[in-house]
């Protein structure tokens, strides 16, 4: 039975369990209030999945993608190809110069907020009390009033799919894999798999993704989506939607992927993207009688709180949107819920950025859900091969599209497909949050030549509609 005879130097005014991208915002938000904060971290290093298994890693290995990419298009003015058997390591070879740059930076702002860092595993005693387990097996049982779970999230794995993370991996291991496989079958059509598929085809892999829905990226405009596929396709790579996997096995040279429609795919290697579930299996959350909902998550309130008084939840542990940049705002918030700082309500308007190849970015309303919402839209496209910018860096598949209400003013999303989509979205996220009308696009100035410039044609496009509908009546 835990009493609260726990020494002083074990109690805190917050604990934090995991030290991805909410983790650490919520520590040091927690510490700025002038709070006794202590995060808690499994691993050796901070920064959870996202540093040292998803985010940076993937987003390192396309670099290299791009760059290959960009020596085969200029192929006359080098000899240029890729060696047999091309070690992994070598794509991927400033990551470790990156993590230890992230980690040090993480390091110094842990240090510099006085935030105690604590290296072991959590399982909860109760709800103020946490057991922490250190890596040489010695219990501390430290206590606080507010605790908050940051702990991210896991692949999951089918129990049709066999994961090895040798020949079959999932999207936590497919990096360790030593040498550039020949071909990969992708299952999945979602973030994960869409970004791995394009960028290991761009490596000169033969990629086939397969999934049950019948086109990638659903949650996307379909404009955006049809352009990636088509990418996809152009560079070799083969998408099969609308066909459940029923098998997969290793038959000892081979993975053979079996389809509900009897087709069999066969590859050197696999990667299984069916999603991730709620990274909670070692936090003992029968004891204090928290729940998963049904779709393997924590549910949480407004001000991020679990049905726990006290316990709070924060990041991909909660689920969509599950970016990064939303679990930094969360991570922020919820400490200031936890100690009843004022913050005004969460934006919505929250763009989306997939580092496929090309990049897909999207902010507001698809073109399908305005619809849905206002009935009559109107759509103004900009083409990228018919900008300056897009002809002079040979882009290929890229396009923005805004859309407006029936009156062609108020703008009601943005989406951009295309190399330079995660940084471009930003210019209408901020003309959403301004409330601009259209025309805002075409009274700027952009640089010329710029990708920019494609947010000025599309309004055109759109301010062109709205007149001409106007002169009809």
């Not at 994961?163 to 071909?183: Q, T």
């Not at 009156?407 to 003309?431: C, D, F, P, S, W």
Request: charged share 25%; net charge negative.
């Amino acid at each position: 039975m835990i009493t609260d005879n726990i020494s002083q130097e074990h109690c805190y005014d917050l604990i934090v369990v995991g030290s991805g991208p909410a983790g650490q915002k919520s520590a040091v938000q927690a510490a700025k209030l002038g709070k006794k904060v202590a995060l808690v971290e499994r691993d050796r290093y901070l920064g959870g999945a996202c540093v040292h298994r998803g985010t940076i890693p993937s987003k390192t290995l396309r670099e290299n993608a791009l760059r290959i990419t960009h020596m085969r298009a200029n192929a006359k003015l080098s000899d240029f190809s890729l060696t047999d058997n091309l070690e992994m390591s070598v794509l991927i070879d400033r990551l470790d110069e990156v993590l230890k740059a992230h980690d040090t930076y993480m390091e110094k702002q842990i240090l510099r907020n006085h935030i105690e860092r604590i290296h072991g595993r959590a399982e909860f005693v109760d709800k103020k009390h946490l057991k922490i387990v250190t890596p040489r097996g010695e219990p501390t049982i430290l206590q606080a009033d507010q605790i908050v779970l940051a702990t991210g999230s896991l692949p999951r794995n089918p129990d049709n799919i066999p994961v090895d993370h040798e020949h079959i991996y999932d999207s936590d291991s497919i990096l360790s894999m030593l040498y550039l496989p020949k071909s990969l079958t992708v299952l999945g059509g979602g973030v994960i798999a869409s970004e791995y598929a394009s960028i290991f085809q761009a490596l000169d892999v033969k990629v086939t993704m397969i999934d049950r829905y019948p086109a990638p990226l659903g949650f996307l405009d379909k404009d955006l989506t049809d352009k990636f596929v088509h990418a996809f396709e152009t560079t070799g790579g083969k998408w099969m939607g609308e066909t459940p996997v029923s098998n997969v096995y290793w038959d000892g040279h081979n993975v053979v992927t079996e389809c509900e429609n009897g087709e069999k795919v066969i590859s050197e290697k696999l990667l299984c993207a069916a999603g991730r579930v709620a990274n909670i299996q070692d936090l003992a959350l029968d004891n204090i009688g928290l729940e998963l909902n049904d779709r393997g998550l924590i549910s949480v309130d407004k001000h991020l709180q679990t049905s726990v008084e006290g316990i709070y939840a924060a990041g991909d542990v909660i689920g969509p949107p599950a970016l990064a940049s939303t679990s930094m705002e969360q991570g922020r918030r919820v400490s200031c819920n936890a100690f009843g700082v004022k913050v005004g309500e969460m934006s919505q308007t929250i763009p989306t950025g997939i580092y496929g190849i090309p990049e897909l970015s999207a902010v507001g309303l698809s073109e399908a859900a305005a619809r849905k919402e206002y009935g009559d839209v109107i759509v103004g496209k900009a083409i990228f091969e018919e900008i300056a910018r897009g002809q002079i860096s040979g882009i290929q598949d890229g396009m923005l599209k805004i859309v407006c209400d029936a009156q062609g003013e108020k703008v009601l999303g943005v989406m951009i497909v295309g190399e330079g989509a995660t940084e471009l979205i930003h210019i209408g996220q901020m003309a959403l949050l301004a409330h601009a009308d259209v025309d805002i696009f075409v009274e700027s100035i952009f640089n010329f030549p710029t990708l920019a410039e494609a947010y000025r044609v599309a309004a055109l496009a759109i301010i062109g509609q709205r007149n001409k509908h106007a002169s009809s009546f």
